[in-house]
Nanobody, 122 residues
Framework: QLVESGGGLVQPGGSLRLSCAAS????????IGWFRQAPGKEREGVSC????????SYADDVKGRFTISRDNAKNMVYLQMNSLKPEDTAVYYC?????????????????WGQGTQVTVSS
């Protein structure tokens, strides 16, 4: 099971840290990705981190603002989001990857959490 937390309402320019907690499997064996889906839009990749944390990837529109990290001892993955913009508003999901390499393609993930809502608004 994957469970996201940390979402909420934040003003533009603010920060949030999302957490992804895993249970029932060992997180450090897997690539983990963060995705988001805004109303009326397709789910898109935001960031990912490889199984040992040696490789990360970010969507162009979050580079320099978001940082993904993992704590394998705690079976957790985090997404630190800074300088948030209204267009970052979406439901954010973490997912378990099928392959060791980091990817932002949704079809390379097989197990998804239920999501946490992030709303950026003044």
């Amino acid at each position: 099971q994957l469970v996201e937390s940390g979402g909420g309402l934040v003003q533009p320019g603010g920060s949030l840290r999302l957490s992804c907690a895993a249970s029932g499997f060992t997180l450090d064996y897997y690539t983990i990705g963060w995705f988001r889906q805004a109303p009326g839009k397709e789910r898109e990749g935001v960031s990912c981190i490889s199984s040992r944390g040696g490789s990360t990837s970010y969507a162009d529109d979050v580079k320099g603002r978001f940082t993904i990290s993992r704590d394998n001892a705690k079976n957790m993955v985090y997404l630190q989001m800074n300088s948030l913009k209204p267009e970052d508003t979406a439901v954010y999901y973490c997912a378990r990857g099928l392959f060791p390499m980091c990817s932002l393609r949704t079809y390379e993930y097989d197990y998804w959490g239920q999501g946490t809502q992030v709303t950026v608004s003044s």
